[in-house]
């Protein structure tokens, strides 16, 4: 089956800062990512995500790469904001495939 | 911007006792998912349900699970009888078209089952 995981269960970062959160999977037949945002009592909320024909991915302050030789998915953020802090996850899909499969998330601590 | 609503907000039920959770999908979607987040871990896929019927399941959505799009708007998903290890946050999500489409969730119903 798949796994996903991320380095990393907590970052704390300096308002201001960039954030780097990272994501690992194992399956190669994986060939979309997506980066969900969950703020406490909330739904995931659908950030940016990346095909796997692509290498890299620009959208506002957000920017995901993929390195699909060592299997390895991340989000960086730009300026980082208080608004910024919540769990963020990996998600993977597959042509073919009806379901996500999700990292186990990273929780983002923006200090002020 | 549309988005997926759930009810109720929280849910709490005896054990033993039947629970209907609805969803409310962007309307002019065509696939529909519910997935479960247990306090503190990661979002699990339960179902996807595609042209009135069920696409594909996980080990999770056993026989004691059930999901319904009773008319062109609602989504359901029917746990017949409930166990302690059945709470947990339910999403239901929703995608436009086949093929790489971000699925866009809802805000939960948080089931307590005591």
């Known amino acids: 089956g798949e796994s996903v995981g991320l380095h990393l269960p907590t970052l704390s970062v300096q308002e201001g800062d960039n954030s780097i959160i990272n994501c690992a999977y194992s399956?190669?037949?994986?060939?979309?990512f997506i980066w969900y945002k969950q703020e406490s009592g909330k739904g995931p909320q659908f950030i940016i995500d990346i095909r796997s024909n692509m290498d890299k991915r620009q959208g506002q302050r957000v920017t995901v790469l993929l390195n699909k030789t060592v299997k390895h998915l991340s989000l960086q953020i730009a300026a980082t904001q208080p608004g910024d802090s919540a769990v963020y996850f990996c998600a993977l899909d597959q042509t073919g495939a009806n379901n996500l499969f999700f990292g186990t998330g990273t929780r983002l601590t923006v200090i002020p | 911007e549309p988005e997926v609503t759930q009810t109720p907000s929280h849910q709490v039920t005896q054990m033993g006792q039947e629970v209907i959770l609805r969803c409310v999908p962007i309307s002019n979607h065509l696939y529909f998912y519910w997935y479960r987040q247990i306090l503190g871990q990661k979002v699990e896929f339960l179902v996807s349900f595609y042209n009135n019927e069920i696409s594909e399941k996980s080990e999770i959505f056993d026989d004691q699970f059930s999901v319904e799009r009773p008319d062109g708007s609602n989504f359901t998903l029917k746990i017949r009888s409930t166990k302690l290890e059945d709470s947990a946050m339910y999403f239901c999500?929703?995608?436009?078209?086949?093929?790489?489409?971000?699925?866009?969730f809802g805000d939960g119903t948080r089931l307590s089952i005591l």
């Open positions: 999500a929703s995608k436009g078209i086949i093929g790489n489409q971000p699925q866009h």
């Open positions: 399956n190669s037949a994986s060939d979309y």
